[in-house]
């Protein structure tokens, strides 16, 4: 996976509403799904422009489905998700775990809602 993120929104107003920085991640994004569990992994590399330091991020995931499957979809699941954020300079460690829900009501929409609590 690639992603590019431009710098938007004024870094001198006050609160910021942008970071001001150029963005680019590369990273890799593995899943597993069945009628069981589904399995979920992400692991990248952040490059930010100008003086910040770039970054390691990853992210685990384990869903399980609470209602039985069947179509059309109705499908509510549960996640347990581990994400984690590693800056090189200073090199702070940051892992959260989100616990949430996802409501599936039909074919074409989707509702996802979690919190992370910090761990490390």
Do not use: C, W
């Not at 699941?77 to 616990?99: R, W």
């Amino acid at each position: 996976m690639v992603k590019q993120t431009f710098p938007t929104g004024k870094t001198s107003s006050s609160p910021a509403i942008g970071s001001g920085l150029s963005q680019t991640y590369i990273g890799i994004v593995m899943g597993k799904l069945t009628t069981k569990k589904g399995l979920y992994a992400d692991f990248g590399y952040n490059m930010t422009n100008k003086d910040t330091s770039d970054d390691f991020l990853y992210n685990f995931s384990l869903g399980v489905p609470l209602l039985p499957h069947k179509y059309p979809q109705k499908q509510l699941n549960t996640y347990l998700e581990f994400n984690g954020n590693y800056a090189f300079d200073p090199k702070v460690h940051t892992l959260f775990i989100s616990p949430g829900f996802q409501f599936i009501p039909g074919r074409r929409i989707l509702f996802e809602t979690s919190f992370q609590i910090t761990v490390l």
